[in-house]
């Protein structure tokens, strides 16, 4: 269960758990759209399908029996130890196997009556299925309750390996296919379940998800009862008895200097580089590990959209970025619930968009005044200063467009806007403690 859940009232869990279990349903009709298109199915499911058509249990039967011995797996991982501590995670799999389980039988017999004849029709129902399911997986990550055993044994495998999450889920899911097409040819001597549809599926619902995911935060606002969700994920204590000032700033601007400036003339907390440990805690990585992820994108997209993990809370992502940048947004949450400080960079300002007391600045400078920075401050080459500018400057652009869905240098985002190479860092800090004394 998401840590959180401890600091959550009955009322709250009641309306999460009925939330998921809406999710679990509306994925077990999404796998059970895209098994009756007849073009494939899912990797978890290909299985279950499978040996479905070759026995007389049913697929919902085969899923449930394939999750407990998912389940097995996760155990002879862990070891005791790792039982005794993830032992609530592996309880709550079983009322999730059974009622997922129960859901795609009854969907699957809902549906019984649907025999596409033409391609069109089963494109029709691949596509209305690949909808289904990114609504329930965006349903489920926004009940953040609870975990499937597939996914959750791939969770346990990439810790216990210590091996990427989205290569560990590249790796699970191909086996799958591999043992399906094994079972599917030794049982009937031809290859069911594993068509165009599996990768149109494996492509699709991802987009999908973050096409659908803004458009429910109400789910997530009734959830908590109407109260403010930023409040809601955040620590405890989380009404903030201070101003929190983000600075957003382009490379060579000058903005860790003055950010140091504006918390050491205001004697409030100053928060950059110290908050690698904090984050390195909070998400179970190591420092290391975070200073190499830190505001970057290290994948293409279409690796993002093969090895996403779209069906389970974001602190559980495939990706090593995208749970580095929960862990990160909780850190950020933490300190702002703490009192007064300055935070820079790290999509602190969305992070903190909803929460009142807070100043929000952007700097940025001419490319010359950059450059010159770099190379006087930060040791860059001068043959290569322009083109590393350009290239950190495009990363951090990159990364708040992913995580944001805004653009990093619109000023709308901000409460001022600053040019370095026109106003000096002086007069910078008296406007920002201008701004801050009379918020």
């Known amino acids: 269960m998401n840590e959180m859940s401890s600091n959550r009232s009955k009322s709250e869990l009641t309306r999460r758990y009925v939330v998921f279990t809406i999710a679990l349903f509306f994925i077990s009709l999404g796998v059970s759209l895209i098994t009756r298109s007849l073009l494939g199915t899912s990797p978890i499911s290909s299985i279950p399908y499978v040996m479905s058509l070759n026995a007389f249990l ?24 790792g039982i005794r501590d993830c032992r609530i995670e592996l309880l709550m799999q079983l009322p999730v196997s059974v009622v997922f389980g129960l859901f795609v039988d009854l ?139 983000t600075i957003a700033r382009q490379y060579g601007s000058g ?10 003339a205001l004697g409030i907390p100053f928060c950059d580089s110290s908050m690698m440990e904090m984050v390195a805690r909070e998400s179970g990585f190591s420092e290391s590990t975070v200073r190499e992820y830190d505001q970057r994108l290290p994948h293409p997209l279409l690796y993002e959209m093969i090895t996403q993990d779209f069906s389970v809370p974001m602190e559980r992502s495939l990706s090593t970025k995208d749970a580095l940048f929960v862990a990160q947004s909780r850190v950020i949450r933490r300190l702002a619930s703490e009192g007064s400080c300055v935070i820079v960079g790290r999509c602190s300002d969305f992070v903190l968009r909803d929460r009142p007391n807070c100043i929000h600045i952007y700097l940025h400078a001419s490319q010359e005044y950059k450059v010159r920075r770099a190379i006087d ?19 951090r652009r990159a990364h708040y467009s992913y995580y944001t869905g805004k653009r990093w240098e619109d000023i709308r985002n901000y409460h001022a806007v600053f040019d370095t190479s026109k106003v000096s860092a002086d007069d910078i800090c008296s406007t920002v403690i201008s701004l801050y004394k009379n918020k």
């Open 107 to 245: 969907t699957m017999s809902m549906l019984s009556f649907w025999h596409p004849d033409f391609y069109w029709m089963k494109l029709v129902s691949l596509l209305l299925g690949c909808v289904s399911m990114a609504l329930g997986v965006s349903l489920e990550v926004l009940a953040d309750v609870a975990m499937v055993s597939g996914e959750y044994f791939v969770h346990v495998a990439s810790r216990r390996f210590r091996r990427e999450f989205g290569s560990v889920k590249i790796m699970f899911d191909v086996s799958l296919v591999i043992i399906a097409i094994g079972c599917s040819w030794i049982l009937a001597g031809r290859v069911d379940g594993v068509r165009e549809g599996t990768l149109v599926a494996a492509l699709l619902t991802g987009p999908l998800v973050r096409l659908i995911m803004p458009r429910m935060k109400w789910v997530e606002r009734w959830e908590c009862g109407n109260s403010d969700t930023e409040q809601a994920v955040a620590a405890p204590g989380a009404a903030s008895h201070g101003t929190v000032i």
């Open 377 to 395: 401050h930060y040791g860059v080459s001068p043959e290569k200063a322009s083109s590393y500018v350009e290239a950190q400057n495009a990363a």
């Open 255 to 264: 903005g860790h200097d003055i950010g140091r400036m504006i918390a050491d």
């Open 58 to 81: 049913s697929m919902g039967m085969f899923i449930f029996i394939l999750n407990i011995f998912l389940m097995i797996g996760q155990m002879l991982m862990l070891g005791r130890k």
